[in-house]
């Protein structure tokens, strides 16, 4: 059976010689939502450069059926769409919605189809008409949301997010948690916000030292608080009484 | 901050706002033009001419403080240059303006004239950027006939000029927060280069990151855009409006105002 | 320095306008067929890259109360080849004239040639020749140096060449230029240090930049650079002719007859039959200035005229704007009361 994502004994090393990952082996099902949850510095950026196809090294990946050349790379990713730790990088045009269209329109989209398309994605990031605003005019919250509807109006199957709560105050968060709620897609969420990991995913992997420790359901990972603070992290507020209660 | 507000106006709804960017961008440049090329020591059709960017100010809802507070930011270089013109022309003239009489100088007529033409031509300027998106005027600009090369380049460094000016004050707000008062020249040199070369390098690793950006989104080299501007019958009316005004005060009245 | 519109005339600017474009069209087209597509954020980035670095200033060696700061072409044509450079710079200079508002539309061209093109060329021509393919580091110091020296030099001596072309100097054109040099020798120098400074931080951390091999630089073929120095000599030539042929003193004001001051001699006497022919040309299709002379029947019909316009337009003005307040105050109770 294809699965979403298929990564399976994948070891990269970075120019300088530095094991970033480490026969790294996970895969995700269609309509998953995984949350990598580790250290700083753990390797899960450079997971997540390595199944969008930034960063190729030893050992396979297979995205939505289709192990990654150089030759499928656009292909490749118009089935996963990436958001970038930084929303200033992933914003470049000089309005929303020229960011919003530059994917649908490098897929080759007729303009009635690319306008349909950023409407729908921005309606579904709740900044309905706001396509003719300028990047540096939107909010730290905005500009995640923006960042997300950049990939949206792709229409991926696969989403990967890296650190998605960076720099958001807890009310954006929760606008963000409840959006992130609302996709249909499968998403990969890299953080080490344990609470906010809790709250988006239902299975979650732990990487430490390019390796992956643990993975399985959400709740059993995070609530194994020997496990969690063995690699620099905490039990999330929602599964501190919380296993054994329900 | 000054910087990351000056366009804020630029985003407001007005039927100035609605016109087409290129009409407003062509007629801003045709008015700069006559403007300039006025006799030297004309003033009084100066105030003739503030009207037309005046109005298109005052109805794009563009606060005239913020204009005015604006001009004054800018004019230092051009406060010299008018300054200095006093000083070399003495020739004496008699001025005489309704029932007053001034006895003055052609070259105080001629200092009055640059910084009133400077004026008019930056009432202008603001007009045009105050209710013009930037956007839409890089597009307007590459139907003009701008390269694409550049327009790409002014596109991305709109983007980027606020983010960076924002990391090139952190830097010096760390500067000031650590040298109290004031640092000697050598030091200062050294500061500012390390502070140049951190932005620098800054710049370029940013420059990466956008570039997975694209590539994630399946850039591929061919740069598309939708075209976003549409010339309607309001713009042929405004240009119709424009011409006569700039072309009328030129033929009909400069030459009754002498 | 940015030029302004009020240095220029209208021929002049359309002139050095059109030069300006073709340069920067050329350049385009050469640098789209060579260049890929992923340099394009990193020229823009560079371009907002120069306006932040033009933030940060330093205190001038005994002058109290200015600061210095980097302009920033001679680095990027160092680092990036000048083609890219002066696509760059133009930009920049662009987006300030239009953003900004710093030098006016008409004097685009101007500032593109004074601050891009010319600076970018001139640099990076005079640092290959004193580093010759070494990569000394005292060689690339010295060439640094002397390259933003020559280049900002280079570019500010062809403000007052410009201005004097459009024959609206006041000041004599020597005593411009002179200034000129003088502010943009120590200019240049300052910007000269900082160079030196940023390119020897940058050999420390990021030495990949330096030394020839940031993604994107494109290196002259000796061809070019003898036809871009050959371009701008002739440029210059051009210049500095018509120049000489219309300017023969500076203080153009001062050879112009004025018949209602019979006892007035121009201060230098002007032989040149051409010019007064223009000049009398001129004045009999030039309309009546603002002014009257002294001695002149005062005309006060004139002065009406011009009091009536004057005033006129600020009415016009006023009940405009008291006219769209009463609008806007009114549209904003129906809204609030809705």
Same mark, same amino acid.
């Given at each position: 059976?294809?699965?979403?994502?298929?990564?399976?004994?994948?070891?990269?090393?970075?120019?300088?010689?530095?094991?970033?990952?480490?026969?790294?082996?996970?895969?995700?099902?269609?309509?998953?939502?995984?949350?990598?949850?580790?250290?700083?510095?753990?390797?899960?950026?450079?997971?997540?450069?390595?199944?969008?196809?930034?960063?190729?090294?030893?050992?396979?990946?297979? *995205?939505? !059926?289709?192990?990654?050349?150089?030759?499928? #790379?656009?292909?490749?990713?118009?089935?996963?769409?990436?958001?970038?730790?930084?929303?200033?990088?992933? #914003?470049?045009?000089?309005?929303?919605?020229?960011?919003?269209?530059?994917?649908?329109?490098?897929?080759? #989209?007729?303009?009635?189809?690319?306008?349909?398309?950023?409407?729908?994605? #921005?309606?579904?990031?709740?900044?309905?008409?706001?396509?003719?605003?300028?990047?540096?005019?939107?909010?730290?919250?905005?500009?995640?949301?923006?960042?997300?509807?950049?990939?949206?109006?792709?229409?991926?199957?696969? *989403?990967?997010?890296?650190?998605?709560?960076?720099?958001?105050?807890?009310?954006?968060?929760?606008?963000?948690?409840?959006?992130?709620?609302?996709?249909?897609?499968?998403?990969? *969420?890299?953080?080490?916000?344990?609470?906010?990991?809790?709250?988006?995913?239902?299975?979650?992997?732990?990487?430490?030292? !390019?390796?992956? *420790?643990?993975?399985?359901?959400?709740?059993?990972?995070?609530?194994?608080?020997?496990?969690?603070?063995?690699?620099?992290?905490?039990?999330?507020?929602?599964?501190?009484?919380?296993?054994?209660?329900? | 901050?000054?910087?990351?507000?000056?366009?804020?106006?630029?985003?407001?709804?007005?039927?100035?706002?609605?016109?087409?960017?290129?009409?407003?961008?062509?007629?801003?440049?045709?008015?700069?033009?006559?403007?300039?090329?006025?006799?030297?020591?004309? &003033?009084?059709?100066?105030?003739?001419?503030?009207?037309?960017?005046?109005?298109?100010?005052?109805?794009?809802?563009?606060? %005239?403080?913020?204009?005015?507070?604006?001009?004054?930011?800018?004019?230092?270089?051009?406060?010299?240059?008018?300054?200095?013109?006093?000083?070399?022309?003495?020739?004496?003239?008699?001025?005489?303006?309704?029932?007053?009489?001034?006895?003055?100088?052609?070259?105080?007529?001629?200092?009055?004239?640059?910084?009133?033409?400077?004026? &008019?031509?930056?009432?202008?300027?603001?007009?045009?950027?105050?209710?013009?998106?930037?956007?839409?005027?890089?597009?307007?600009?590459?139907?003009?006939?701008?390269?694409?090369?550049?327009?790409?380049?002014?596109?991305?460094?709109?983007?980027?000029?606020?983010?960076?000016?924002?990391?090139?004050?952190?830097? %010096?707000?760390?500067?000031?927060?650590?040298?109290?008062?004031?640092?000697?020249?050598?030091?200062?040199?050294?500061?500012?280069?390390?502070?140049?070369?951190?932005?620098?390098?800054?710049?370029?690793?940013?420059?990466?990151?956008?570039?997975?950006?694209?590539?994630?989104?399946?850039?591929?080299?061919?740069?598309?855009?939708?075209?976003?501007?549409?010339?309607?019958?309001?713009?042929?009316?405004?240009?119709?409006?424009?011409?006569?005004?700039?072309?009328?005060?030129? %033929?009909?009245?400069?030459?009754?105002?002498? | 320095?940015?030029?302004?519109?009020?240095?220029?005339?209208?021929?002049?600017?359309?002139?050095?306008?059109?030069?300006?474009?073709?340069?920067?069209? =050329?350049?385009?087209?050469?640098?789209?067929?060579? /260049?890929?597509?992923?340099?394009?954020?990193?020229?823009?980035?560079?371009?907002?890259?120069?306006?932040?670095?033009?933030?940060?200033?330093?205190?001038? @060696?005994?002058?109290?109360?200015?600061?210095?700061?980097?302009?920033?072409?001679?680095?990027? $044509?160092?680092?990036?080849?000048?083609?890219?450079?002066?696509? /760059?710079?133009?930009?920049?200079?662009? /987006?300030?004239?239009?953003?900004?508002?710093?030098?006016?539309?008409?004097? =685009?061209?101007?500032?593109?040639?004074?601050?891009? =093109?010319?600076?970018? +060329?001139?640099?990076?021509?005079? +640092?290959?020749?004193?580093? $010759?393919?070494?990569?000394?580091?005292?060689?690339?110091?010295?060439?640094?140096?002397?390259?933003?020296?020559?280049?900002?030099?280079?570019?500010?001596?062809?403000? @007052?060449?410009? $201005?004097?072309?459009?024959?609206?100097?006041?000041?004599?054109?020597?005593?411009? =230029?002179?200034?000129?040099?003088?502010?943009?020798?120590?200019?240049?120098?300052?910007?000269?240090?900082?160079?030196?400074?940023?390119?020897?931080?940058?050999?420390?951390?990021?030495?990949?930049?330096?030394?020839?091999?940031?993604?994107?630089?494109?290196?002259?073929?000796?061809?070019?650079?003898?036809?871009?120095?050959?371009?701008?000599?002739?440029?210059?030539?051009?210049?500095?002719?018509?120049?000489?042929?219309?300017?023969?003193?500076?203080?153009?004001?001062?050879?112009?007859?004025?018949?209602?001051?019979?006892?007035?001699?121009?201060?230098?006497?002007?032989?040149?039959?051409?010019?007064?022919?223009?000049?009398?040309?001129?004045?009999?299709?030039?309309?009546?200035?603002? +002014?009257?002379?002294?001695?002149?029947?005062?005309?006060?019909?004139?002065?009406?005229?011009?009091?009536?316009?004057?005033?006129?337009?600020?009415?016009?003005?006023?009940?405009?704007?008291?006219?769209?307040?009463?609008?806007?105050?009114?549209?904003?109770?129906?809204?609030?009361?809705?």
């Amino acid at each position: 059976m294809v699965k979403a994502i298929e990564v399976e004994n994948f070891s990269y090393k970075y120019p300088d010689g530095t094991i970033a990952l480490n026969g790294v082996t996970l895969d995700v099902e269609y309509g998953e939502r995984l949350a990598l949850i580790g250290p700083n510095g753990a390797g899960k950026s450079t997971l997540l450069l390595a199944i969008t196809g930034f960063v190729r090294g030893t050992g396979r990946v297979v *995205i939505d !059926g289709m192990g990654i050349t150089n030759g499928n #790379l656009k292909k490749v990713r118009s089935r996963i769409g990436c958001c970038l730790e930084n929303p200033e990088d992933q #914003l470049f045009m000089p309005t929303l919605f020229d960011d919003v269209a530059f994917g649908p329109l490098n897929m080759g #989209l007729d303009s009635q189809q690319v306008k349909q398309r950023v409407n729908l994605a #921005l309606a579904e990031v709740g900044l309905a008409g706001m396509a003719e605003r300028a990047p540096h005019h939107l909010s730290a919250g905005q500009k995640r949301a923006a960042a997300i509807a950049t990939v949206l109006s792709m229409s991926p199957k696969i *989403i990967t997010l890296d650190e998605p709560d960076g720099s958001l105050d807890p009310r954006n968060r929760d606008n963000l948690v409840k959006l992130l709620a609302g996709l249909s897609q499968t998403l990969v *969420i890299a953080t080490c916000n344990m609470d906010f990991a809790a709250a988006v995913s239902d299975k979650a992997a732990v990487i430490d030292g !390019g390796r992956v *420790i643990a993975a399985g359901p959400a709740e059993q990972i995070m609530s194994d608080s020997k496990l969690m603070t063995s690699h620099g992290l905490e039990v999330p507020r929602k599964f501190i009484n919380g296993y054994s209660a329900a | 901050m000054h910087h990351a507000y000056i366009d804020k106006f630029a985003y407001q709804d007005s039927p100035i706002h609605r016109l087409d960017a290129r009409v407003k961008f062509v007629i801003t440049v045709v008015f700069t033009a006559v403007v300039i090329s006025l006799p030297r020591t004309t &003033v009084s059709i100066l105030f003739c001419y503030a009207v037309g960017p005046f109005v298109v100010l005052v109805m794009g809802g563009i606060p %005239l403080r913020f204009v005015l507070k604006h001009i004054l930011y800018v004019s230092p270089f051009v406060l010299v240059l008018a300054l200095t013109s006093p000083w070399y022309d003495r020739t004496a003239a008699t001025i005489i303006f309704g029932p007053w009489i001034w006895h003055t100088t052609v070259g105080w007529m001629r200092c009055w004239s640059i910084l009133g033409k400077f004026v &008019v031509t930056m009432l202008a300027l603001i007009a045009l950027i105050s209710t013009t998106r930037f956007a839409n005027l890089l597009a307007g600009l590459q139907q003009l006939g701008v390269p694409r090369l550049l327009v790409i380049q002014m596109g991305f460094l709109y983007r980027y000029i606020f983010l960076l000016i924002d990391s090139a004050h952190h830097i %010096l707000r760390a500067r000031a927060a650590r040298s109290a008062g004031g640092v000697a020249f050598g030091r200062g040199a050294k500061f500012a280069a390390a502070m140049v070369g951190s932005l620098f390098v800054r710049s370029i690793d940013t420059a990466e990151h956008i570039n997975s950006a694209m590539q994630a989104r399946g850039f591929d080299g061919n740069w598309r855009t939708i075209n976003r501007l549409q010339v309607r019958v309001v713009d042929y009316v405004f240009v119709a409006i424009a011409v006569s005004f700039i072309l009328g005060l030129y %033929l009909f009245v400069k030459p009754l105002l002498g | 320095m940015h030029m302004a519109n009020e240095l220029l005339s209208v021929p002049v600017a359309a002139g050095t306008l059109a030069i300006a474009a073709g340069g920067l069209g =050329l350049i385009c087209r050469k640098v789209s067929k060579i /260049v890929s597509s992923d340099k394009l954020p990193l020229m823009g980035i560079l371009g907002a890259f120069i306006f932040a670095a033009q933030m940060v200033n330093f205190q001038l @060696p005994a002058m109290p109360g200015t600061s210095g700061h980097m302009v920033g072409a001679v680095l990027l $044509a160092i680092i990036l080849g000048p083609h890219l450079a002066a696509i /760059v710079i133009s930009s920049v200079i662009i /987006v300030q004239c239009l953003i900004f508002q710093d030098g006016g539309l008409l004097a =685009l061209g101007c500032n593109i040639i004074n601050m891009a =093109l010319v600076p970018s +060329y001139v640099g990076y021509f005079l +640092y290959k020749v004193v580093t $010759a393919g070494q990569s000394s580091s005292r060689r690339t110091y010295i060439g640094a140096m002397l390259a933003c020296l020559v280049a900002l030099e280079t570019g500010a001596v062809l403000v @007052p060449v410009e $201005a004097a072309l459009s024959g609206v100097l006041a000041v004599p054109f020597s005593t411009f =230029l002179v200034t000129m040099i003088g502010v943009h020798f120590l200019v240049g120098l300052v910007e000269g240090l900082v160079t030196v400074a940023v390119l020897s931080y940058l050999q420390q951390v990021r030495p990949d930049l330096v030394l020839d091999s940031l993604p994107g630089k494109i290196r002259l073929s000796r061809k070019t650079v003898l036809v871009t120095l050959l371009v701008f000599a002739m440029i210059a030539a051009a210049g500095l002719s018509l120049l000489a042929s219309k300017m023969p003193d500076g203080l153009e004001w001062s050879y112009r007859e004025r018949p209602n001051q019979p006892d007035f001699k121009p201060i230098i006497a002007n032989e040149n039959t051409t010019i007064t022919a223009v000049d009398q040309l001129q004045s009999k299709y030039t309309l009546l200035p603002d +002014y009257t002379m002294r001695g002149a029947s005062a005309d006060t019909s004139k002065g009406w005229t011009s009091f009536a316009g004057v005033s006129g337009s600020l009415l016009t003005m006023l009940v405009v704007w008291a006219g769209m307040s009463l609008m806007r105050r009114k549209q904003a109770k129906t809204l609030s009361s809705s």
